[in-house]
């Protein structure tokens, strides 16, 4: 690799030649150094004359390049933020905690102090913050607050070619909020995708290029399509590992589950390896990394390896632009990963696993060639690339269920969704999808604007339904229960399962069981850890994930914030949980399910088939209930209902009377689906006259 190395100096002393490069490079530290090897770093005065001189400028440039971590650097040195602040927007989490981080060491402040980040229920700003990174989720919410986003000088929209649902909306917003203030700036970065698009946008706005600064990836392809791709990504892995020299390997795999079975295969064969060697194999650090997993384990696939040691991270396309790490010489790329997409069928959003599209995968390779010239396997044909995969993704807002978005908007006072400024509109049956789900939990009237219910809805940075249970509790009296429901429901998994312990942590679990509901089993968990002053020592006795419990309890103080703000006061109902579970059907109704066999429910309203998890607390009770509500369906070998509670089908009929009577269970699916549609066609016909008045007073 003595070639590599020649570049990267030759690179170095480009720098060096600088005139200030060189005392500043003789004072500074190692991040310093790093800092003015990217390649931003070559084109820093050029960016910041085109940001002068324009309102709206569209950044383009490879991963690696800098964007996210320098320009809101550059935008502080400058002075933008001697009035207002640079917020960041990020479309996932991890990214905007992990960047915050390393942009305050590189400022060289405590996190949360110059630089910080805001994600949904974890804000980690002070009064001191000047650089903002956050969720575009979070930027999004603030606008409700603060339409024209004063505090902000200049808002970095990162990531935006990853098109999700909330950056296309913030499109929109924030196209106002330029018209508006002509103080504001806004610069929408990229990877080299769609920045033609992103420019017209916003009236043919400059884009500007950072240069790139990659070395050439060699790509390989499978020669046969592979049933396995764990198995199959692990043999490679394996082989580069035993044959390749030295270089860091990344593997994408579609989510936790298989990255945990790719992490434990490798280990294993490791630990066989080292056996067979006597000790003399190269060790192999593995690293997973996905957005649920805790902060510190993810900070560790930026550390060193020791020297001899290779990195291999096994990784979800978060890794693809969202965050990058040097030293990658072997990607292995199995082809596919995980989308939310709606589902007709069920009537909601589910995760499924999907081919990538080729821009995707070529930004997946590309990974390769940050430190030198890398190698890309493709556990994937040539022709499935050419033949059966997408050449772009298509953007959330065209494929997931639209209800907060709705629900917003709504509240921004856009009264008429179809005359909203989308990029890309999405298509008319997601919205009237989304509206009658709404329209459903009482939170749009029958002419579609908001009811008090939908107004109060607005408030909570909740998803529909939640905020709908957490309204219920209100009314029914027992409010304290339900805000730990939802914070429980808002964390990763708080029960620990290794797997050489299954039957002693499966053994811990089920002393939490409440019979008719995994809800209150949640509820149950958190009083009891609340009763043994949420201790540490307790949680690992019980087989219990302590970080996740200090999550949902954040989650449970800033719900109680806004709860206060509000003047909505606290009721507990004690141990009559009845009315708990009653409250969780309020926000459920319209995923209700009937017995159909010992663990096989079908779905009220459309009849699909369902299943009970294997791990839920319903199983505990001798009967099984007849009626039952879910929070989510997941699919894996078949479709399992993801934390259920028992219900009684009087309350499906109270609560959801344009699903079920109370002889529902007389009446045929055929009518049922009938009214449904009667009902839909009703909300339906709403929209359409109501777009037609609209568009009639246009043209008056
Ligand atoms: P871009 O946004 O253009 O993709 P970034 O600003 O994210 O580029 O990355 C610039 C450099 O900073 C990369 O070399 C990356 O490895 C490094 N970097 C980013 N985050 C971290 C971190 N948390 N720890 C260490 N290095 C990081
Ligand atoms: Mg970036």
Redesign the pocket.
Known sequence: DGEVDFKEDAKFAQHLKKGDAVSDFAKSNSLAQ?RQY?P?FSVRDELLQVVRENQVVVVV??????????LTQYLHEEGYTNNGIVGCTQPRRVAAM??A??VSEEMETELGDLVGYAIRFEDVTGPKTVIKYMTDGVLLRETLKDAYLDKYRVVVM?EAHERSLNTDVLFGILKKVVARRRDFKLIV?SATLNAQKFSNFFGSVPIFHIPGRTFPVQILYSKSPCEDYVEAAVKQAMTIHITRPPGDILIFMTGQDEIEATCYALSERMQHLVSTTSGKARNLLILPMYSQLPADLQ?KI?EKPEAGARKCIVATNIAE?S????GIYYVIDTGYGKMKVYNPRMGMDALQVFPVSRAAADQRAGRAGRTGPGTCYRLYTENAYLDEMLAQPVPEIQRTNLGNVVLLLKSLNVENLLDFDFMDPPPQDNIVNSMYQLWVLGALSNTGSLTNVGWKMVEFPLDPPLAKMLLTGERLKCLNEVVTIISMLSVPSVFFRPKDRAKESDDAREKFFVSESDHLTLLNVYQQWKANEYRGDWCNDHYLQLKALKKAREVQSQLLDILKTLKIGLSSCGPNWDIVRKAICSAYFHNAARMKGVGEYVNCRNGMPCHLHPSSALYGSGDMPDYVVYHELILTTKEYMQCVTCVDPRWLAELGPMFFSVKDSDTSMLEQTKKRKDAKSVMEKEIESLSKEEVEAETR
């Open positions: 790093q990217l931003i440039g490879e991963t690696g390049s800098g964007k996210t971590t320098q992990s960047v981080k390393r990162d970065t900070a930026f632009t965050l990058t790490v040097d």
